[in-house]
């Protein structure tokens, strides 16, 4: 069924996905021009079960973008004499606009009637299908954290100096034993980003605290292992036996941590993009595996840095 402003409602997309309603829409973006705060770009939108899929083109194969429906809020108002639907989780927002008031109500019932449904994959361009509430749509304080005026500001909330001095250890220490100076720097930068996302999901309250503080029950234990293994590891002197010892403990801690990846992963996938968490894979595959431990302790060069680490996670454990 076409309306007269040329919505589709159940047609078949290019993928053969039936599209709840489907349509031209604009929505409010940030502005390239410096004299502006944001304007109205035009886009083809495709509404199936809880996905909201946007495209450059009518006729494109991939969406340039996609907003997850489940459970956000939606209202309308009017702005620039435009019937404006706003689409809302949390203190994240996304503005799509119509001239025609009939065709704006519609969307907004599909909208409201699409926050109970499953997400549906279809291809994106440039990136994996999965997504987080408002991936891509615009660029949210989440999204554009590391970047931001205010995310340079949280991450002076966040990265304080001790938690700088740390990560200035673990970056020396995975130049040698992971990867290399480049590649070390890159993880460092990661990390930031994520820790400065996950503090605005917070903050926000996209996220409750006591579900971060969950995943700090296998990270505390983890490094628990590990403050014990370098207290007393040195008090056994048959060379065979501390090597075993160690092998078993750091094998421990790699099984700890990987469960933290998993339990942090899973947390952050609904609202953040697949590069962010393919960002979490790369940090863990690096940091937390057996033998990059194993060689990090035994190396004789390392040991301020791995002193120093354990000194701040020392410290960490207590709390």
Not at 117 to 129: H, I, Q
Not at 214 to 231: C, G, N, S, T
Request: net charge positive; charged share 30%.
């Amino acid at each position: 069924i076409r309306d007269g402003r040329g919505d589709n409602m159940s047609t078949k997309d290019n993928n053969e996905v039936v599209a709840d309603k489907e349509g031209f829409l604009e929505f409010l973006k940030p502005s390239k021009d410096s004299k502006k705060k944001e304007e109205w770009a035009k886009y083809y939108f495709k509404l199936v079960g809880g996905s909201l899929y946007f495209y450059q083109k009518e006729k494109a194969k991939k969406a340039k973008g996609l907003l997850q429906l489940k459970g956000i809020q939606v209202s309308e108002s009017v702005k620039d004499k435009r019937h404006v639907i706003i689409l809302s989780a949390g203190a994240e927002s996304f503005t799509v606009s119509s001239s025609d008031p009939k065709s704006a109500a519609d969307w907004a019932n599909c909208f409201k009637s699409s926050t109970n449904k499953n997400p549906v994959t279809l291809p994106l361009k440039g990136e994996a299908s999965n997504s987080g509430i408002l991936f891509k749509a615009k660029k949210n304080i989440a999204g554009k954290a590391a970047t931001s005026g205010v995310g340079k500001a949280v991450m002076k909330k966040v990265i304080d100096d001790d938690i700088r001095q740390l990560l200035t250890c673990v970056k020396n220490i995975v130049a040698v034993e992971g990867g290399g100076k480049e590649y070390a720097d890159k993880l460092e930068k990661d990390t930031i980003k994520i820790a400065v996302k996950s503090y605005l999901l917070w903050e926000n309250k996209n996220i409750p605290l006591e579900e971060f503080l969950k995943i700090e029950v296998p990270l505390k234990q983890a490094l628990r292992i590990f403050i014990a293994v370098y207290d007393h590891i040195e008090k056994v002197k048959d060379s065979a036996m501390r090597s075993s010892i160690l092998d078993e403990k750091f094998t421990v801690v790699a099984v700890l941590l990987d469960t933290v990846k998993d339990k942090l992963t899973s947390l952050l996938t609904p609202h953040l993009s697949p590069k962010s968490i393919t960002r979490i894979h790369d940090i863990f595959e690096t940091v937390a595996k057996r033998d990059f431990l194993l060689n990090a302790y035994n190396n004789e060069g390392l040991r301020p840095d791995v002193n120093h680490a354990i000194s701040f996670v020392r410290n960490y454990v207590r709390n």
